[in-house]
């Protein structure tokens, strides 16, 4: 019988524009190879950005008046996937190629409205960025994203002293009060005019570290058993790994079991070992007898003797041959890893920028800020790119008129 899967990411702010093309289809060229793009137009649309991620992002946080801390590597917004199996889809009626059966679209329409109640603000959209399903990968999926904003959280309480001011550290850090029994006082606090921008408050009062375990419990309850859906592990509480990561593992599982089967044989081709090699075989010396025998072994013992000498060579070939096939294939793999590793510090380094540069244009030139995200719409990267200088050729040719204007006035 087929599972039920419900998968949470969390991504941060460098990660909107990326994610969103590959979301929203919007470009031609995506890292997921799953995508089949001859396919791509019987996706369906539950809801879909104006301008792209990135300015529907912050449309969200100003539509909400959402506030909350955001800094380079905290979890700006998060993704989540519900979705089966292959062989689950196909007993609904869904074919590669062919538009969605109605029992397909009636299932992640409700999965849809389970997860507005879910993870959408007070039960709506409002916080949602983009829901779209995907039915050019290979297995159909829904997947959307959203801003964990909350109008409940906790907050910490500080010591103050009689003045009513703050207690501090001889270093100038904050003292939290605590009760009598030495544990940190939180007061909790909902505001609905101005929620909070917090996947920790978001998830805490969903249930904290068990929040896990009864959104798939909820969903399993509401939706999975309509469908015959298993829950998967009762009462876990672990999070989904991404595709990216869940391959990799798979990949180095593998590696580790082929590794451990080569080294099984190896050692059993070690301990089946004969004492006597080839050469020593055919060294033997005997005196033939009248009867075709040799003193001190028959000659069919001699043949047979012989022939375990050959086979035990071979095996021990082979066991060598084993052996640097598996130093290649660790070799390789710590390669890759390596590969891998230096991959993921350049893509830091590279949204940094991405994000100052986007961050100093929405403050420095607001215009030109909204002029840059409304190009999203376009297909080609290049030709934002190319966009992109025209406006940038553009406010340089206005700046330099009005410096000669001035210049005149004078």
């Known amino acids: ?61 100003n539509a909400l008046n959402a506030h909350g801390k955001e800094t380079k590597n905290a979890v700006a917004f998060e993704g989540m996937i519900i979705t089966s199996d292959k ?18 679209e009636k299932f992640f329409l409700e999965s849809y409205e389970w997860a507005k109640s879910t993870i959408g603000y007070q039960g709506t959209d409002k916080n949602i960025l983009s829901a779209m399903i995907h039915v050019d990968e290979k297995t159909p999926h829904l997947q959307l ?45 909902e505001d609905t005019k101005s929620p909070k921008h917090s996947r920790t408050e978001f998830w805490r009062i969903r249930g904290g570290n068990q929040s896990y375990r009864r959104m798939q419990d909820s969903y399993h309850g509401q939706i999975a058993t309509r ?13 989904h790994t991404t595709k990216q990561k869940w391959r990799a593992k798979q990949e180095e599982e593998k590696i580790q079991k082929e590794k451990m089967e080569l080294e099984k044989e190896i050692k059993l081709l070690e301990e089946k070992k004969e004492v006597l090699t080839k050469k020593e075989v055919e060294e033997l010396k005997g005196e033939k007898t009248i009867t075709g025998g040799l003193k001190g072994v028959t000659y069919a013992e001699y043949e047979t003797l012989k022939k375990t000498a050959l086979k035990a060579e071979e095996s021990s070939n082979a066991a060598q041959k084993y052996k640097t096939e598996l130093e290649y294939t660790k070799n390789e793999y710590s390669a890759l890893k390596k590969g ?14 991405y994000e100052k540069v986007l961050g100093y244009l929405e403050k420095q030139f607001p215009e030109v800020w909204r002029r840059v995200n409304n190009m999203l719409s376009p297909n080609s990267l290049e030709a934002k790119i190319e966009r992109a200088k025209d406006i940038a050729a553009e406010n340089r040719s206005a700046n330099n008129n ?4 001035k210049d005149m006035d004078r």
């Open 340 to 353: 891998y590793e230096k991959l993921k510090i350049e893509i830091i380094k590279i949204k940094g920028i």
């Open 1 to 61: 019988m087929s599972n039920q899967v419900v998968r949470i990411s969390g991504y941060s702010k460098g990660s909107l524009t990326n994610i969103g093309l590959e979301a929203e289809r919007s470009n031609i060229e995506y890292r997921n190879e799953d995508i089949d793009t001859c396919r791509t137009y019987l996706n369906v649309e539950l809801k879909k950005t104006k301008n792209g991620f990135y300015a529907e992002y912050h449309d969200i946080r």
């Open 87 to 104: 062989a689950f889809f196909e007993s609904l009626g869904w074919r590669p190629g062919v538009t969605m059966s109605p029992e397909v």
């Open 145 to 189: 994203y959203y801003l964990p904003i909350t109008d409940k959280w906790q907050e910490k309480v500080y010591a103050k002293d009689e003045n009513g001011k703050v207690r501090r550290t001889e270093k100038g850090t904050p003292i939290q009060e605590k009760d009598n029994e030495g544990n940190t006082i939180f007061k909790q606090v």
């Open 402 to 405: 009005e410096k000669k204007n």
């Open 227 to 239: 469908y015959r859906l298993e829950r998967g592990d009762i009462g876990s509480d672990r999070e």
